[in-house]
C-alpha cells in the first residue's frame, strides 16, 4: 500500500478474527518492522513475546479485570454517542465500536458490583482474546541506562514507536489489529499476565498486548475522525496558526 493511504487505512479491529495462523514469513516481517523503529541512542529498549501456543492464549483469555467508577468514567469522557458530537469534537471514540459491556455500564452504573454482569463481560473478552492467530506482548526494558531526566519517558515513547511499525506492517500484509489493555490496567491482572508469560520481575515493564488476526466477513470499522492540521499545527509561534 502506498504510505499515505496505510497511514490513514492503518485501523483498530474490534471484533473476532478467525484462528487461521499468520505465516511465519508474515511474521517475520511485522517483527522486522518491529526491530527497526527509533529508539533513544538506538538502545532498543524492548522485547517482544510472541504468543502463538492455543493452550497459552486460553489462559490469557481467562485473565479477568474490573473496571472501577473512575476507569468507566473515563471511558465516557471520550465516548461520542452522536455523529454530531464526534464530527465538532473530532476526537474520541464512536460508540459504534465502545464493547457491549461499557455501554451496559452507563445505562445501568449499579452494574458495576454486580459480579454475574462481569462474569458475562469477561467472557466476552475471553472469546476476542482467543479468536486471535497470534497475541503481541511488548516489554519496556527499563533496566537499560539513559541519559538525563527524560530518559524513561524517551524510552517508553520508542515503545510507541514499535508498536507502530508492527501495527502498519501489519495491516499493509491484510492482518488486523487491536490493542488490549483492559488487563493491563490493573496490577493484580497485570502480575497474573507476567506470570503466564514468564516475565522477570523488575527489569521488564509489560506495556502493550496486541491481538492479531485475519478478520470474518462480519467486521465492521471505527469512524476515521480526526482533528485537521490547522486544529493543532502552530507556525513559529505557539499563537500562530499553521495555514
Ligand atoms: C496505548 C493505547 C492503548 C489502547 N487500548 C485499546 C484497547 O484497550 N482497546 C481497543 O479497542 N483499542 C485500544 N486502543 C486503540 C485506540 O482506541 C484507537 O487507536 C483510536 O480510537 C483510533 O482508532 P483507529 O486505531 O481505528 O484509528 C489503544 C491505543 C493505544 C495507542
Given at each position: 500500500?502506498d504510505?499515505?493511504?496505510?497511514v490513514?487505512?492503518r485501523?483498530s479491529s474490534?471484533?473476532?478474527?478467525?484462528?487461521?495462523?499468520?505465516p511465519?514469513?508474515?511474521?517475520?516481517?511485522?517483527?522486522e518492522?518491529?526491530?527497526?523503529a527509533p529508539?533513544?541512542?538506538?538502545?532498543?529498549?524492548?522485547?517482544?513475546?510472541?504468543v502463538?501456543?492455543?493452550?497459552?492464549?486460553r489462559q490469557i483469555?481467562k485473565?479477568e479485570?474490573r473496571?472501577?467508577?473512575?476507569a468507566v468514567d473515563?471511558?465516557f469522557y471520550?465516548?461520542r454517542f452522536?455523529?454530531?458530537?464526534?464530527?465538532?469534537?473530532?476526537?474520541?471514540?464512536?460508540v459504534?465500536?465502545?464493547p457491549?459491556?461499557?455501554?451496559?455500564?452507563k445505562?445501568?452504573?449499579?452494574?458495576?458490583?454486580?459480579?454475574?454482569?462481569?462474569?458475562?463481560?469477561m467472557e466476552l473478552y475471553a472469546?476476542?482474546i482467543q479468536?486471535s492467530?497470534v497475541l503481541?506482548f511488548i516489554?519496556?526494558?527499563r533496566s537499560l541506562?539513559g541519559?538525563g531526566?527524560?530518559?524513561h519517558l524517551?524510552?517508553?515513547?520508542?515503545?510507541g514507536a514499535?508498536?507502530?511499525n508492527?501495527?502498519?506492517?501489519?495491516?499493509?500484509l491484510g492482518?488486523?489489529?487491536?490493542?488490549?489493555s483492559g488487563?493491563?490496567m490493573?496490577?493484580?491482572?497485570?502480575?497474573k499476565?507476567?506470570?503466564i508469560?514468564?516475565?522477570?520481575e523488575?527489569?521488564?515493564?509489560?506495556?502493550?498486548?496486541m491481538r492479531?488476526?485475519y478478520?470474518?466477513k462480519f467486521?465492521?470499522?471505527?469512524?476515521?475522525?480526526r482533528?485537521e492540521?490547522?486544529?493543532?499545527?502552530?507556525?513559529?509561534?505557539?499563537?500562530?496558526?499553521?495555514t
Amino acid at each position: 500500500m502506498d504510505f499515505q493511504e496505510l497511514v490513514k487505512f492503518r485501523r483498530s479491529s474490534r471484533w473476532l478474527f478467525s484462528k487461521k495462523p499468520i505465516p511465519d514469513a508474515d511474521l517475520r516481517k511485522i517483527l522486522e518492522a518491529a526491530r527497526f523503529a527509533p529508539t533513544p541512542h538506538n538502545c532498543q529498549p524492548f522485547e517482544i513475546i510472541v504468543v502463538k501456543d492455543r493452550d497459552i492464549i486460553r489462559q490469557i483469555s481467562k485473565v479477568e479485570f474490573r473496571l472501577d467508577k473512575n476507569a468507566v468514567d473515563g471511558h465516557f469522557y471520550w465516548t461520542r454517542f452522536t455523529r454530531e458530537e464526534l464530527e465538532s469534537k473530532k476526537d474520541g471514540v464512536y460508540v459504534d465500536v465502545l464493547p457491549k459491556f461499557v455501554l451496559d455500564l452507563k445505562d445501568n452504573p449499579q452494574l458495576i458490583n454486580d459480579d454475574t454482569f462481569w462474569k458475562k463481560a469477561m467472557e466476552l473478552y475471553a472469546l476476542l482474546i482467543q479468536n486471535s492467530a497470534v497475541l503481541l506482548f511488548i516489554l519496556y526494558n527499563r533496566s537499560l541506562p539513559g541519559v538525563g531526566p527524560l530518559a524513561h519517558l524517551w524510552g517508553i515513547i520508542s515503545i510507541g514507536a514499535v508498536m507502530q511499525n508492527i501495527w502498519l506492517a501489519a495491516n499493509d500484509l491484510g492482518i488486523s489489529v487491536q490493542l488490549v489493555s483492559g488487563q493491563l490496567m490493573l496490577p493484580e491482572s497485570a502480575r497474573k499476565l507476567r506470570q503466564i508469560l514468564q516475565i522477570p520481575e523488575k527489569k521488564f515493564r509489560l506495556l502493550l498486548m496486541m491481538r492479531l488476526g485475519y478478520e470474518s466477513k462480519f467486521g465492521k470499522y471505527g469512524t476515521k475522525i480526526r482533528r485537521e492540521i490547522e486544529d493543532f499545527v502552530h507556525l513559529n509561534k505557539f499563537s500562530n496558526k499553521f495555514t
